[in-house]
């Protein structure tokens, strides 16, 4: 769950133009071999004509290996740039802006650290500018229980400022898009977004995912348009921004505070962490 390196036994992006010039290769050899007319075979010695000559390609069949041998270098080269854009493309991703790199977050929802690890953290900052830190009172955190239609209800640790508009959306989406599952729902965990140093929004309490295997990171689309249109109506409406709505990777799961921590939350998070944890760093 945590932010982590990427996996190293990925094919990095010269590995696909390396492999598809090794393709071109082959097929250009086909291609000039096909070219190549056949050498003609001496009659042998004993008889005055010979009685098994290589019959030669018919002119017809080598043009054809020809065009075929071309196709497949022009296909080879266009497959290796497209692996090479891809790979490029997803390693930028998240360097466009403040909303790309917010969408390179894992698919399994976050869940709370059973114990984190404090110490003398210093406080951080997650991608939308609230104070991160691995402990929960420090980020000023309230467990919100939520009553679900199914009978059941969902707890949600969330920033103590924006939890009312958390808690609205996922009460809004229980009633109006689908039954909210407990166990594939999640909020707080103090990690990195992953692939960057970043710390995720949801390192402040500040986000949720909702129904993560139902919805997965990337996958656009497992809403029908209507109603991805109602979500970020919804969104909006109550300040959120909605990762339906990213411009990169999609995460239909995911919604954010998208705006800055006015100044007493920060110094309320300050303020507990001197408390807890003696002089540090401030929020930088």
Known sequence: ???????????????YVLMGSVVAAMAGAFYVDARTPPAPVAP??????????????????????????????????????????????AAQGGAQGQED????????????????????????KSQNGWPAHP???VVKLVRMTIPLRSGKSVTLPLRAEIAPALVEMVRWWDAN???VNPADTG?????????????????????????GSR???????????AIAAAIS?????????WGGNYKNRADEMHFEVNTSPPAAAVAASEAVWQAKYGEGRRVS
């Open 1 to 15: 769950m945590v932010g982590a390196a990427p996996d190293s036994t990925e094919v990095p992006g010269w590995g």
């Open 44 to 89: 042998r010695p004993r008889y005055t004509r010979p009685r098994y000559a290589r019959l030669p390609i018919p002119t017809g069949s080598a043009d054809r290996r020809a065009e075929i041998g071309l196709g497949l270098v022009l296909l080879a080269g266009a497959g290796g740039a497209w692996f090479w854009y891809q790979r490029r493309s």
């Open 101 to 124: 790199l917010e969408t390179v977050e894992p698919e399994a929802p976050p869940v709370v650290p059973s114990t984190p690890a404090s110490g003398a953290v210093a406080i951080g």
């Open 135 to 137: 402990d929960p009172e």
């Open 177 to 179: 898009v689908e039954p």
């Open 187 to 211: 909020s707080y965990n103090y990690r990195s977004i992953r692939g960057y140093t970043q710390l995720s929004n949801h390192a402040s309490g500040t986000a949720v995912d909702i129904n």
């Open 215 to 225: 919805h997965k990171f990337s996958a656009r689309g497992t809403v029908s348009p």
């Open 233 to 241: 109506a919804k969104a909006q409406s109550l300040g959120l921004r």
